[in-house]
C-alpha cells in the first residue's frame, strides 16, 4: 500500500525556519508530481508549492515566494519543504500530496488533482 508520511512540523517564533518531510512508500515515486497544500483554522486548503516529477518544474504561492523551498529526491523518495523566514500567518497543518498520474512536466496546482495524500503535520509560527 502506497503511503505519504510527513515529518518535521513543530512551534517557531517569527522569523525562524523548519525542513518539512515527505517520505513515500512504493516504487514509482519517480513518475509522481508532488505538492505542498496547508490549511489553517476555518480556511480553505491551498496550494504552498508543486514540484513535477523530476523537479524541473516547479510552482510556489505568492505568500511563500523567495522564503520557501520545495525539493524532490527521487533517489530518497523523499520531497522536502524547507520553510524559512516563518511568519504566523504560515501556521497551519501541512500536507505533502501526489498525483500518480502526472506526465513529465506537470505541476499540479489543484488539489482534487492528486490522488495520494499525507496525514498532515502541525506548523504553529508565533509573533
Known amino acids: 500500500q502506497v503511503q505519504l508520511v510527513e515529518s518535521g512540523g513543530g512551534s517557531v517564533q517569527a522569523g525562524g525556519s523548519l525542513r518539512l518531510s515527505c517520505a513515500a512508500s512504493g516504487r514509482t515515486f519517480s513518475r509522481w508530481a508532488v505538492g505542498w497544500f496547508r490549511q489553517a483554522p476555518g480556511k480553505e486548503r491551498e496550494l504552498v508549492a508543486a514540484s513535477s516529477r523530476n523537479g524541473g518544474f516547479i510552482k510556489y504561492a505568492d505568500s511563500v515566494k523567495g522564503r520557501f523551498t520545495i525539493t524532490k529526491d527521487n533517489e530518497k523518495k523523499t520531497v522536502y519543504l524547507q520553510m524559512n523566514g516563518l511568519e504566523p500567518e504560515d501556521t497551519a497543518v501541512y500536507y505533502c500530496?501526489?498525483?500518480?498520474?502526472?506526465?513529465?512536466?506537470?505541476?499540479?496546482?489543484?488539489?482534487?488533482?492528486?490522488?495520494?495524500w499525507g496525514q498532515g503535520t502541525q506548523v504553529t509560527v508565533s509573533s
Open positions: 500530496a501526489a498525483n500518480s498520474r502526472a506526465i513529465l512536466t506537470t505541476v499540479t496546482i489543484t488539489a482534487s488533482e492528486y490522488d495520494l
